[in-house]
């Protein structure tokens, strides 16, 4: 039979599922640690050999070998814009969506101690942005001399001011800075567009950042690395809500991705208003977005998690007031492989999960704003409005092995505690059990129909 097989050389763990696409059925999955300190390809055999013993017996042709990365910290990059609120912003939501981790955002002209940062900082992609078209050109300009004359010689992808593109390729070509230049992240005030300026960091991505990440052992065996894990997931969440020409999506939906550093959440939807007599206020939101909170997670960020949250909102979770609340986070962050044992230690990670879904999606949606006028109370939203988002999907270690995946994920919707932040008001939640949005999001680059199919199978309803 003809199959693909889809890898995830994720940070912890290398997954990999076999997809038999005639019979639209995962064959097999299997997983094992990631070695990418020594070489990749040692992590990647156990589990081969783990999937192909469970596949013994088949005649399986495996037509496409596709992969997906985070490993050695996954893609790493800053941004720099212009105006805080406004280049730079939209700046880190490209990063962002096309899968990055963005360790820092700058705006206005780099200073020589900001370059120096960014120098003896551990990137693997600039994004350089700046200016409406037809705005201002000095900051970029300014920026990408700073770049050229302290030595960095990182890939740049250059998204700002069309009118200053051609004296930064200029500064660039002299300085033998590999670059990309592609449309304005925000042509227009308020205007965002991401995607030319994610598709270039992909890209790069795919041709250069891979073998830097020891991943070159990998290419003889598979077919490429397509894209960053993170935009794996997105790319998965979009086309099983936009659908196909063939396949009906499921419409607006949000996915909480619950890990050991963050928790990260995709948003599919417009975010436009749905109540009457709200005005949108702020910088456009993409349609595809994501979010990373670094401070939550629950091993490695516990301690940040309890930071974020205090002592009574984790209790609020929690419902037992004998459990000291520092001290199991500060033993789950020295512990980071810790496997909850007991009902204690289980409660306690979900308790743990529902507070990291909470805040996620309080940072992640948009909220109300009331302003008082000579014409009365005026409302405005900042932000995505997700309150009539159909589906939540859950997918990490805490909501996969729970009994109480659903509680988990209801507490990052709708509170009428807190009617200001516009989270999901009455969404069904689903869970990926077996793991497969990262691969998803691999077949739907080939076979969009076939994922959208197999996703509708293998999603269960908690």
Same mark, same amino acid.
């Given at each position: 039979?003809?199959?693909?097989?889809?890898?995830?050389?994720?940070?912890?763990?290398?997954?990999?599922?076999?997809?038999?696409?005639?019979?639209?059925?995962?064959?097999?999955?299997?997983?094992?640690?990631?070695?990418?300190?020594?070489? #990749?390809? #040692?992590?990647?055999?156990?589990?081969?050999?783990?999937?192909?013993?469970?596949?013994?017996?088949?005649?399986?042709?495996?037509?496409?070998? %596709?992969?997906?990365?985070?490993?050695?910290?996954?893609?790493?990059?800053?941004?720099?814009? %212009?105006?805080?609120?406004?280049?730079?912003?939209?700046?880190?939501? &490209? &990063?962002?969506?096309?899968?990055?981790?963005? %360790?820092? $955002?700058?705006?206005?002209?780099?200073?020589?101690?900001?370059?120096?940062?960014?120098?003896?900082?551990?990137?693997?992609?600039?994004?350089?942005?700046?200016?409406?078209?037809?705005?201002?050109?000095?900051? @970029?300009?300014?920026?990408?001399?700073?770049?050229?004359?302290?030595?960095?010689?990182?890939? $740049?992808?250059?998204?700002?001011?069309?009118?200053?593109?051609?004296?930064?390729?200029?500064?660039?070509?002299?300085?033998?800075?590999?670059?990309?230049?592609?449309?304005?992240?925000?042509?227009? %005030?308020?205007?965002?567009?991401?995607?030319?300026?994610?598709?270039?960091?992909?890209?790069?991505?795919?041709?250069?950042?891979?073998?830097?990440?020891?991943?070159?052992?990998?290419?003889?065996?598979?077919?490429?690395?397509?894209?960053?894990?993170?935009?794996?997931?997105?790319?998965?969440?979009?086309?099983?809500?936009?659908?196909?020409?063939?396949?009906?999506?499921?419409?607006?939906?949000?996915?909480?991705?619950?890990?050991?550093?963050?928790?990260? #959440?995709?948003?599919?939807?417009?975010?436009?208003?749905?109540?009457?007599?709200?005005?949108?206020?702020?910088?456009?939101?993409?349609?595809?977005?994501?979010?990373?909170?670094?401070?939550?997670?629950?091993?490695?960020? &516990?301690?940040?998690?309890?930071?974020?949250?205090?002592?009574?909102?984790?209790?609020?979770?929690?419902?037992?007031?004998?459990?000291?609340?520092?001290?199991?986070?500060?033993?789950?962050?020295?512990?980071?492989? @810790?496997?909850?044992?007991?009902?204690?230690?289980?409660?306690?990670?979900?308790?743990?999960?529902?507070?990291?879904?909470?805040?996620?999606?309080?940072?992640?949606?948009?909220?109300?704003?009331?302003?008082?006028?000579? @014409?009365?109370?005026?409302?405005?939203?900042?932000?995505?409005?997700?309150?009539?988002?159909?589906?939540?999907?859950?997918?990490?270690?805490?909501?996969?092995?729970?009994?109480?995946?659903?509680?988990?994920?209801?507490?990052?919707?709708?509170?009428?505690?807190?009617?200001?932040?516009?989270?999901?008001?009455?969404?069904?939640?689903?869970?990926?059990?077996?793991? #497969?949005?990262?691969?998803?999001?691999?077949?739907?680059?080939?076979?969009?129909?076939?994922?959208?199919?197999?996703?509708?199978?293998?999603?269960?309803?908690?």
């Amino acid at each position: 039979m003809n199959a693909y097989l889809l890898l995830d050389f994720g940070s912890t763990y290398t997954k990999l599922t076999a997809i038999d696409i005639e019979n639209e059925e995962i064959l097999a999955t299997a997983k094992d640690i990631t070695t990418v300190e020594s070489d #990749i390809m #040692i992590g990647f055999n156990k589990a081969y050999d783990n999937l192909m013993s469970q596949l013994e017996g088949k005649e399986v042709n495996f037509i496409e070998k %596709l992969a997906c990365s985070s490993a050695a910290g996954g893609l790493k990059m800053i941004a720099i814009g %212009l105006v805080p609120e406004l280049t730079a912003e939209a700046a880190k939501r &490209a &990063a962002l969506g096309a899968g990055a981790r963005v %360790l820092n $955002v700058y705006s206005y002209d780099l200073t020589s101690r900001e370059v120096e940062e960014i120098k003896n900082s551990n990137l693997d992609i600039i994004l350089l942005a700046g200016g409406t078209d037809g705005g201002n050109k000095e900051c @970029m300009i300014h920026n990408a001399k700073m770049i050229a004359e302290h030595g960095i010689k990182l890939p $740049v992808v250059v998204a700002g001011n069309k009118v200053a593109t051609d004296e930064v390729a200029e500064i660039f070509d002299k300085a033998g800075i590999l670059y990309r230049i592609t449309e304005n992240v925000m042509p227009k %005030l308020n205007t965002l567009n991401v995607e030319p300026a994610r598709e270039e960091i992909r890209q790069i991505f795919m041709k250069r950042i891979v073998e830097a990440k020891g991943m070159k052992n990998a290419e003889g065996f598979i077919n490429g690395i397509l894209m960053p894990t993170p935009a794996a997931v997105l790319k998965a969440a979009r086309v099983l809500a936009e659908g196909t020409d063939k396949e009906d999506g499921l419409g607006d939906i949000v996915v909480v991705d619950i890990g050991g550093a963050t928790t990260d #959440i995709h948003s599919i939807s417009d975010g436009e208003p749905t109540k009457p007599g709200v005005t949108l206020r702020g910088l456009q939101e993409p349609f595809a977005k994501r979010t990373v909170e670094g401070d939550l997670g629950m091993r490695y960020s &516990a301690v940040s998690l309890w930071e974020a949250a205090g002592t009574r909102k984790v209790q609020k979770y929690l419902c037992d007031d004998s459990v000291d609340i520092e001290a199991s986070c500060r033993h789950r962050s020295a512990n980071i492989t @810790m496997v909850p044992q007991t009902e204690e230690e289980i409660k306690f990670d979900e308790a743990m999960g529902k507070v990291a879904t909470d805040l996620a999606m309080e940072r992640h949606v948009g909220y109300i704003e009331s302003m008082y006028t000579p @014409m009365g109370v005026v409302y405005s939203q900042i932000g995505k409005d997700l309150l009539r988002t159909k589906y939540m999907i859950g997918t990490g270690g805490v909501l996969v092995h729970s009994k109480n995946a659903a509680g988990i994920l209801k507490a990052g919707a709708f509170d009428m505690a807190d009617p200001t932040h516009l989270k999901p008001e009455n969404p069904d939640f689903y869970l990926d059990k077996t793991y #497969i949005l990262s691969a998803m999001g691999l077949l739907a680059e080939k076979e969009p129909d076939i994922a959208i199919r197999i996703m509708k199978k293998y999603l269960v309803k908690v």
